[in-house]
């Protein structure tokens, strides 16, 4: 029997030992509930496409479908003149189990038991018709990729029975409420609200030279958006979906935990309409397609890139981002305390950063710095967490950043991103003189070979590229060093009034 681990009903981990695969899942999501304030009942096949939440009215995607099986938020059931809800008289003794130890149970089973079980009541038909059961099927054995045809369901069957055609029953279930399986679908069809979208803090420079880069960004770890920096990039001219298609032909990108070419992802991420959309993120793109190298270079200002000294043996450094609309990262630091920078070509994407003293709420990473969980999507994230940012001492810093547009995320940043229409977009992480000892200090951590990504050789990765600085740049390893000794002893020194004032009663204190 085939098996499915419920990987999207499970809180997500973000681990930094592999950045291309950053989130892993190995524990139910308790998803903070969402219940729509409404004064009518609310059916997920109502017509309305605009629902009051906790701070205002949310919109469905005009696109949107309702929900195939009439699932209806809890709320609702107090408002409704049945006084039996459907869902528990079809599960029988389980009904006392939560809707997430449900699919949790689910999750177990194949295809084929899934479908028998989806006919043994109306409850079990809306469980075992659950998108996410059938994706994490999909996945999980469709290594070699997949022919996305409509729902999941219908994905996984054609991909072993491709004669069989499934009907879609359209069963609406009178009378079941549940707010994950509602919520899920909710998530999956809502529009970005505009206050979402309209805070813009970020500072944003064109034109500044390397130096001005360095002395006020670089150096003090602070964000900036670059403008201009990619007008004689042959990407920006050439990069559409037919040209990426034809140069790409039948090689295959890493989208999740499988490998597909670029036709069959764009099928797939043209239909979609969940949650989680998958994400065609992949570090080998150059050596799969050298064509697609030639058509950008790295911007002036990340030409020191000093884990280049390792050749072909340094870690993953760059990646080629394609994505549909809701598509994006959960809140992450990326890998290596490496800084990296991410180049728009085709698209937008919505970015919110904290800085290394800030954790965003509702993110829980673990005492070793190993994992970060993240129990919510990206659009529960904005739903539950982001009003609270708003009076916070120490506000993200925020912005869209559009086609031609760079932003450079210094080492240590949380930062989460959403595609905001189709995207196409190229990031590499680097090294530069700036924080090299980061760098160093991170690769040397007790818990290396948890931390350390996009490497095999994780534990001896500190000692080969210290030994490869010290050859290629003798002395600037010390020379580092000396200069942060320097900067530690002149924020430590206190001048002679700071050591002999009292600053709480502005008098003389004597120090021996």
């Known amino acids: 029997?085939?098996?499915?681990?419920?990987?999207?009903?499970?809180?997500?981990?973000?681990?930094?030992?592999?950045?291309?695969?950053?989130?892993?899942?190995?524990?139910?999501?308790?998803?903070?509930?969402?219940?729509?304030?409404?004064?009518?009942?609310?059916?997920?096949?109502?017509?309305?496409?605009?629902?009051?939440?906790?701070?205002?009215?949310?919109?469905?995607?005009?696109?949107?479908?309702?929900?195939?099986?009439?699932?209806?938020p809890l709320g609702n059931l107090y408002l409704s003149i049945s006084s039996i809800p459907s869902r528990n008289s079809g599960l029988g003794n389980l009904q006392t189990l939560t809707d997430e130890l449900v699919l949790e149970i689910l999750g177990l089973l194949g295809g084929t038991h899934l479908g028998i079980l989806s006919t043994v009541s109306k409850s079990f038909y809306v469980f075992c018709n659950h998108e996410p059961l059938w994706r994490n099927l999909v996945l999980e054995t469709c290594k070699g990729g997949f022919l996305f045809n409509g729902s999941w369901k219908k994905t996984y069957v054609s991909a072993?029975?491709?004669?069989?055609?499934?009907?879609?029953?359209?069963?609406?279930?009178?009378?079941?409420?549940?707010?994950?399986?509602?919520?899920?679908?909710?998530?999956?069809?809502?529009?970005?609200?505009?206050?979402?979208?309209?805070?813009?803090?970020?500072?944003?420079?064109?034109?500044?030279?390397?130096?001005?880069?360095?002395?006020?960004?670089?150096?003090?770890?602070?964000?900036?958006?670059?403008?201009?920096?990619l007008k004689n990039w042959p990407a920006m001219k050439k990069w559409d979906r037919e040209y990426l298609t034809e140069v790409c032909g039948d090689v295959r990108f890493s989208v999740g935990p499988v490998e597909m070419n670029l036709e069959d992802y764009y099928k797939y991420s043209d239909q979609v309409n969940e949650e989680r959309p998958l994400y065609l993120f992949d570090p080998k793109f150059v050596e799969k397609v050298p064509y697609l190298g030639m058509d950008y270079e790295v911007p002036k200002?990340?030409?020191?890139?000093?884990?280049?000294?390792?050749?072909?043996?340094?870690?993953?450094?760059?990646?080629?981002?394609?994505?549909?609309?809701?598509?994006?990262?959960?809140?992450?630091?990326?890998?290596?305390?490496?800084?990296?920078?991410?180049?728009?070509?085709?698209?937008?994407?919505k970015w919110v950063l904290f800085p290394p003293d800030v954790v965003p709420p509702g993110v829980f990473p673990s005492p070793d710095g190993a994992e970060v969980a993240c129990p919510v999507s990206i659009i529960e994230w904005f739903m539950n967490f982001y009003n609270a940012t708003k009076s916070w001492k120490k506000r993200p810093i925020e912005c869209i950043c559009k086609a031609g547009e760079v932003i450079f995320v210094p080492n240590g940043w949380w930062h989460l991103v959403i595609n905001l229409e189709d995207s196409v977009a190229i990031t590499q992480?680097?090294?530069?003189?700036?924080?090299?000892?980061?760098?160093?200090?991170?690769?040397?951590?007790?818990?290396?070979?948890?931390?350390?990504?996009?490497?095999?050789?994780?534990?001896?990765?500190?000692?080969?590229?210290?030994?490869?600085?010290?050859?290629?740049?003798?002395?600037?390893?010390?020379?580092?060093?000396?200069?942060?000794?320097?900067?530690?002893?002149?924020?430590?020194?206190?001048s002679f009034w700071e050591s002999v004032t009292d600053s709480k009663v502005g008098a003389f204190k004597f120090s021996f």
């Open 1 to 72: 029997m085939l098996s499915s681990r419920n990987l999207l009903l499970k809180t997500k981990i973000t681990k930094r030992k592999q950045k291309q695969s950053r989130i892993k899942h190995n524990s139910i999501s308790r998803k903070p509930k969402f219940i729509p304030k409404i004064q009518q009942p609310f059916s997920a096949t109502d017509e309305d496409e605009e629902l009051e939440g906790e701070d205002g009215n949310f919109s469905l995607k005009s696109s949107g479908p309702s929900h195939s099986h009439g699932v209806q």
């Open 160 to 229: 072993y029975k491709p004669s069989f055609d499934i009907i879609s029953s359209g069963i609406k279930v009178k009378d079941f409420y549940s707010d994950y399986l509602f919520q899920s679908w909710l998530c999956a069809n809502l529009e970005m609200k505009p206050e979402w979208l309209e805070r813009d803090n970020i500072v944003r420079k064109k034109g500044i030279s390397v130096e001005e880069f360095v002395l006020n960004f670089e150096e003090p770890n602070k964000p900036v958006l670059l403008e201009g920096c």
């Open 301 to 349: 200002y990340f030409n020191e890139d000093l884990f280049s000294v390792l050749g072909n043996e340094r870690p993953d450094y760059r990646w080629i981002i394609i994505g549909p609309s809701g598509s994006g990262s959960s809140f992450h630091i990326d890998p290596n305390s490496t800084s990296a920078w991410n180049a728009v070509i085709r698209g937008s994407k």
């Open 429 to 494: 992480n680097f090294v530069s003189r700036r924080n090299l000892l980061s760098v160093l200090d991170f690769l040397k951590r007790p818990n290396a070979n948890t931390l350390v990504s996009g490497t095999r050789d994780r534990v001896s990765l500190h000692d080969r590229f210290k030994n490869a600085i010290e050859a290629s740049l003798p002395g600037a390893i010390d020379e580092l060093n000396l200069k942060a000794e320097e900067k530690r002893s002149q924020e430590k020194r206190h």
